[in-house]
């Protein structure tokens, strides 16, 4: 184990070092750590240095067996299967304050592991968790069914709410203690099991998760947490013939793989939140500091690393200039460094991410101007994976780069004239995971949020989510929405029961 080379006046709390010296970490299954059975650990690094951070253990098929047999007898057997909503709803109200409680050192975890500045993982990415498993308490007493009218004199039919059973959870880097309270908490929530694989680059704070899930006291193999690859231990729970469902937060091209997996074994439900694309359009009547400042939030936040970003900006051409120059202006004052700096964006999450992105501006070179950014960053900064804002513009929807989700921060930036081209623009994608809408003529901006395919239109602002507010994706964005009462959906089965009444 190494501490990352910090900046020199950051001391670690006390908790965050010790857990970093634990190491080799252990995979959680029914209650127990224990090595993968292959013996394998990988490591993980901190993008911002590239240093090793620590060594975890490498899932692969047989870990995920063991795991689901472990997560279906706490489904059936286990205490869990007896609890009921109060119960269920004490346990993800525990576990919520034991990460408001450790917050600093879990914000330290997320910081190293991902990258991100400090100051974001603890006032964003910790208390959303938190936040998001308090909400999904407030259901679990409250899943109920219905009595449902019916042709047929003397019978009574109602339906009932049951958990899915085991769920699998497949989780990316990109905010990774949160993505696993996204799943965790409306899973929990409905009395299913689940088995938690967070992603290679970003296993911290999920370990550290399964160390406060024991302190919470819930039940052994209720969670079960599997650190590894996409392959093989990502793929073992999508092919898994004793799990019930998969939900997944990543690429389309993974998420394709998992629908093919579950066609191919045991039917099991899928739920997908996959890339985006997403417009963000900026009208001429829009008020123009807002609009910049949200147009600068929309694609340099996480390093654009979000399935949110605003990534294709779209401006009314009598106002294009006064707006490229006003976002130009606002990137330059982006503070790109390590994220225990006063950073406010940090590096791209892994070498191979960063030479992705910068594929992209290679492949379109011809037909884009760079007008701010493009290379990577060097100096101080050379052993990380540092890119600075860049902002390309184009006048070509047809270029790769303005149709593959790039995941960095990169904004292409194109002028638009006329209403009917807009929304046709705005939906020439594939995805339709959200888009931004910037004027001050309300009408035009509410027609405009019902013409544009995608789950999440904000109006005025960029980015924002929480807890109530159901979120997913239209088109190859997704399958299902996650967040609010809709998420229920996706881990419950409804029983109709038919009684006669003689
Ligand atoms: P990814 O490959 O889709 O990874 C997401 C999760 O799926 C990780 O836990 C990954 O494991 C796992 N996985 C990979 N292959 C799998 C398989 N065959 N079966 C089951 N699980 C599998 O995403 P990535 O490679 O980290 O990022 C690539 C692109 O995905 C990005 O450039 C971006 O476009 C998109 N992305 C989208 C989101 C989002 O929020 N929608 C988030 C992150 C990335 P490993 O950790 O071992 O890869
Ligand atoms: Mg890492």
């Known amino acids: 184990m190494a501490v990352t080379k910090l900046p020199e006046e950051v001391t670690l709390q006390p908790e965050t070092t010790a857990f970093l010296s634990s190491g080799p970490k252990k995979l959680l299954i029914g209650g127990e750590w224990v090595s993968a059975a292959s013996g394998e650990t990988f490591e993980t690094v901190n993008p911002a240095t590239g240093e090793v951070l620590m060594e975890a253990a490498a899932a692969g098929e047989a870990d995920v067996d063991a795991a689901a047999h472990a997560a279906r007898e706490a489904f059936i057997s286990g205490p869990w299967s007896q609890m009921n909503g109060y119960q269920r709803a004490d346990l993800l109200w525990r576990l919520a304050e ?25 006032r964003v990415d910790i ?51 949160l993505m696993a309270t996204w799943k965790l908490a409306p899973a929990l929530a409905a009395g299913n099991t689940v088995i938690l694989k967070p992603a290679e ?32 231990a990502g793929s073992a729970i999508t092919a898994h013939m004793g799990i019930d469902k998969v939900a997944f937060t990543g690429s389309t091209a993974v998420g394709r793989r998992i629908m093919e997996a579950a066609a191919t074994s045991n039917l099991k439900r899928v739920s997908l939140e996959l890339g985006g694309k997403s417009p963000n359009i900026i009208f001429a009547d829009a008020d123009m500091a807002g609009a910049v400042r949200g147009a600068n939030w929309a694609i340099f936040s996480n390093a654009g690393q979000e ?24 990137s330059e004052r982006v503070r790109v460094g390590n994220g225990f700096t006063n950073a406010n964006m940090g590096p791209i999450i892994s070498e ?3 030479s992705n992105i910068l594929g992209y501006l290679e492949t379109d070179s011809d ?47 194109t002028a638009f004239d006329e209403w009917e081209e807009i929304v046709e623009r705005a939906n020439l994608t594939n995805y339709g995971l959200a888009a931004g809408i910037w004027t001050r003529d309300i009408g035009k901006a509410h027609r405009l949020a019902h013409a544009i395919k995608a789950g999440t239109v904000w109006i005025n602002q960029y980015g924002m989510i929480d807890a109530p507010a159901p979120f997913g994706g239209f088109k190859q964005s997704g399958h299902g929405r996650e967040m609010g009462k809709d998420a229920l959906d996706l881990y419950t089965e409804t029983k109709t029961v038919w009684v006669s009444l003689g």
């Open 127 to 177: 208390p959303q968790a938190a936040k998001h498993l308090k909400y999904y308490a407030g259901w679990a007493n409250k899943i109920e069914g219905s009595t449902i009218p019916v042709s047929f004199p003397n019978n009574l039919v109602y339906t009932v709410r049951e958990p899915v059973g085991v769920v699998g959870a497949i989780i990316p880097w990109n905010f990774p203690l």
């Open 201 to 232: 680059q970003t296993p911290l704070t999920a370990l550290r998760l399964g160390e406060l899930i024991a302190e919470a006291g819930f039940p052994p193999g209720v969670i079960n947490i599997l650190t590894g690859f996409g392959v093989p």
């Open 367 to 413: 037909n884009i101007e760079i007008v701010t950014g493009g290379e990577r960053l060097t100096g101080e900064l050379a052993e990380g994976y540092f890119l600075p804002p860049t902002i390309v513009t184009h006048d070509n929807d047809s270029l790769t780069i303005v149709n593959e989700e790039v995941f960095g921060p990169v904004v292409t930036v």
């Open 98 to 122: 034991l990460i408001d409680q450790h917050a600093d050192e879990l914000a330290e975890l997320e910081t190293l592991d991902n990258g991100k500045p400090l100051k974001i993982s603890r």
């Open 307 to 330: 399935c949110v970003a605003g990534s294709r900006l779209f401006i009314e051409r009598p106002v294009f200039d006064e707006v490229l120059d006003g976002l130009v202006a606002q």
């Open 352 to 354: 191979k991410q960063l």
